[in-house]
C-alpha cells in the first residue's frame, strides 16, 4: 500500500501528476493590446461625454418655472450651501426676458431680465426690493451675498433639474433646484 500515490502524505516524495503543474502563460498579442487601447478609448469617450453635458449650454424655456437656491458663492469666494431655514428663491416671469423675482432670505425682490439659451443679462437699474430687517442668524448675510452674485451673473447653464448661474469667468456662483409646483 506504500506506493499507492493516493495514500502519500503531502510533502513527502509522492509522485506529480503532469496534468496539474501550472503551464507558462501566453505572450500577450496583438489581439489583446488591440481590446486594451478600445477599452482605453470607450473610458475617454464616456468621460467626453459627461463633461460636455455639463459644460453646454442646454436650451431651456424659463418662463413660468419656480427654483430655490441650494448653494451660492460666499464673501470668501467658497461655494457654501444655503443655511437650514433660509429661503432664497427665484421665479422666472410668464413672458420670456420680462421678469425674475423671489424670496432673497428675508425680503423681495424683482429685475427685468433678458436671456438667451447660454446668457442672463439683468438690467439692474430695474431693480426693485423691500427692506425688511430679519434678526435671524446669517439671513441678512446671504441675503446681501446671494444679491450680489445674481447681479454679477452673466451666463446660465441647465442640467438635471438644476440651473447654474456664472460670472463672466465662467465661475459658477449660484446653484438652484427646481421648486416642483
Same mark, same amino acid.
Given at each position: 500500500?506504500?506506493?499507492?500515490?493516493?495514500?502519500?502524505?503531502?510533502?513527502?516524495?509522492?509522485?506529480?501528476?503532469?496534468? +496539474?503543474?501550472?503551464?507558462?502563460?501566453?505572450?500577450?498579442?496583438?489581439?489583446?493590446?488591440?481590446?486594451?487601447?478600445?477599452?482605453?478609448?470607450?473610458?475617454?469617450?464616456?468621460?467626453?461625454?459627461?463633461?460636455?453635458?455639463?459644460?453646454?449650454?442646454?436650451?431651456?424655456?424659463?418662463?413660468?418655472?419656480?427654483?430655490?437656491? @441650494?448653494?451660492?458663492?460666499?464673501?470668501?469666494?467658497?461655494?457654501?450651501?444655503?443655511?437650514?431655514?433660509?429661503?432664497?428663491?427665484?421665479?422666472?416671469?410668464?413672458?420670456?426676458?420680462?421678469? +425674475?423675482?423671489?424670496? $432673497?432670505?428675508?425680503?423681495?425682490?424683482?429685475?427685468?431680465?433678458?436671456? @438667451?439659451?447660454?446668457?442672463?443679462?439683468?438690467?439692474?437699474? $430695474?431693480?426693485?426690493?423691500?427692506?425688511?430687517?430679519?434678526?435671524?442668524?446669517?439671513?441678512?448675510?446671504?441675503? $446681501? @451675498?446671494?444679491?450680489?452674485? #445674481?447681479?454679477?451673473?452673466?451666463?446660465?447653464?441647465?442640467?438635471?433639474?438644476?440651473?447654474? #448661474?456664472?460670472?463672466?469667468?465662467?465661475?459658477?456662483?449660484?446653484?438652484?433646484?427646481?421648486?416642483? @409646483?
Amino acid at each position: 500500500m506504500d506506493d499507492d500515490p493516493a495514500e502519500t502524505t503531502p510533502g513527502t516524495d509522492a509522485p506529480v501528476d503532469p496534468d +496539474l503543474v501550472p503551464s507558462q502563460a501566453a505572450p500577450m498579442g496583438r489581439g489583446f493590446w488591440a481590446v486594451m487601447a478600445l477599452i482605453g478609448l470607450l473610458i475617454l469617450l464616456i468621460i467626453y461625454a459627461q463633461v460636455q453635458g455639463i459644460t453646454k449650454p442646454v436650451s431651456v424655456n424659463l418662463t413660468g418655472t419656480n427654483w430655490t437656491l @441650494t448653494y451660492y458663492v460666499n464673501d470668501n469666494g467658497a461655494m457654501v450651501p444655503v443655511t437650514n431655514g433660509t429661503d432664497v428663491t427665484i421665479r422666472f416671469g410668464l413672458e420670456n426676458g420680462t421678469i +425674475l423675482g423671489g424670496h $432673497s432670505g428675508c425680503n423681495w425682490y424683482s429685475y427685468n431680465y433678458t436671456s @438667451t439659451s447660454s446668457t442672463l443679462a439683468l438690467a439692474h437699474d $430695474s431693480g426693485i426690493r423691500t427692506t425688511l430687517f430679519c434678526t435671524a442668524p446669517g439671513v441678512m448675510q446671504v441675503e $446681501s @451675498t446671494y444679491l450680489k452674485d #445674481l447681479e454679477n451673473s452673466d451666463a446660465i447653464k441647465f442640467r438635471s433639474d438644476h440651473l447654474y #448661474l456664472y460670472d463672466p469667468t465662467d465661475k459658477p456662483l449660484l446653484i438652484f433646484e427646481q421648486t416642483k @409646483t
